[in-house]
């Protein structure tokens, strides 16, 4: 079973796992590739209304993998990404910022699994979303199908 159909059926087990994986990642590099991943995931159709903005920065502020980080600084830094989401330019730094995982595998494992539980959180994970993620997991290198994707 992959991980995205593990997630979708809900597997408490791999969450745990994830939670208690994420606890060793404590750079600011690894959180902020999290939260450009996020964006770049929330801005996959070319817009981020409101609603979809607050939603994803409370996933992002109250998941438990990400906990040991502090909430507002998660908001306040995921509320800097979103702009660079949806601008041609912008898209490139944040491509960058993930970029730095490239290589440490298991870091970029980690983001990418995180990633992909708060974009399938709505249990919508849209192909738009989908292709996104496929793009960054190739670009750090990874294989999509470890991941369902």
């Known amino acids: 079973m992959s991980f995205l159909d593990e997630i979708k059926n809900g597997s408490q ?10 606890a060793k990642y404590k750079s600011i590099d690894f959180r ?3 939260l450009s991943i996020c ?3 929330a801005a996959a159709d070319g817009v981020i209304a409101q609603e979809e903005r607050d939603k994803v920065k409370r996933l992002i502020m ?3 993998a990400l906990g040991h980080f502090t909430p507002s600084d998660l908001g ?4 800097t990404y979103i702009p660079k989401a949806l ?6 730094d944040l491509e960058k910022i993930v970029g730095k995982l490239r290589g440490k595998a298991d870091e970029a494992d980690m983001a990418v699994k995180i990633g992909i539980i708060i974009a399938n959180s709505d249990g919508d994970f849209a ?4 292709k996104v ?3 960054i997991i190739k670009k750090l290198g990874l294989n999509a199908t470890d991941y369902g994707l």
């Not at 601008?87 to 490139?92: A, R």
Request: no cysteine; hydrophobic share 45%; net charge negative.
């Open 13 to 22: 087990s791999v969450l745990n796992n994830i939670k208690s994986a994420a």
């Open 32 to 34: 902020d590739a999290v």
């Open 39 to 41: 964006a770049m995931v």
């Open 62 to 64: 109250s998941n438990e």
């Open 76 to 79: 306040k830094q995921f509320e």
């Open 87 to 92: 601008d041609d330019f912008g898209i490139l």
């Open 127 to 130: 192909e738009s979303e989908k």
């Open 133 to 135: 993620m496929v793009a």
